[in-house]
């Protein structure tokens, strides 16, 4: 079955930085696109970035251009999600998610806080 174990969270000080690891098993991690998504405590859960199969394409999300940049390394069927500059608002649940389906992780918290 599908499996996406996501790891990295943890409590910094804003202007600190944090690299969050999805693995993935159960299906052609090479030839599907991957997102990560998060989710604040009383918001809905929001779109970060996305990474295409190859990994020559990514997209992320106004609010953390400049300062989160997504990769994936398909010989170990990860995908990363490196945060830097990190504020309060970053705070959340962070998900990574097979691209436009069902497939969730179980989320890996990222707390910023001075």
């Known amino acids: 079955q599908v499996q996406l174990v996501e790891s990295g969270g943890a409590s910094v000080q804003p202007g600190g930085s944090l690299r969050l690891s999805c693995v993935a098993s159960?299906?052609?991690?090479?030839?599907?696109?991957m997102s990560w998504y998060r989710q604040a405590p009383g918001l809905e859960r929001e779109f970060v970035a996305l990474i295409s199969s190859g990994g020559g394409g990514t997209t992320v999300a106004n609010s953390v251009r400049g300062r989160f940049t997504v990769s994936r390394d398909n010989g170990a069927n990860t995908v990363y999600l490196q945060m830097n500059s990190l504020k309060p608002e970053d705070t959340a649940v962070y998900y990574c998610r097979r691209h436009l389906t069902a497939d969730w992780g179980q989320g890996t918290q990222v707390t910023v806080s001075s």
């Open positions: 159960g299906f052609a991690f090479e030839i599907a696109s």
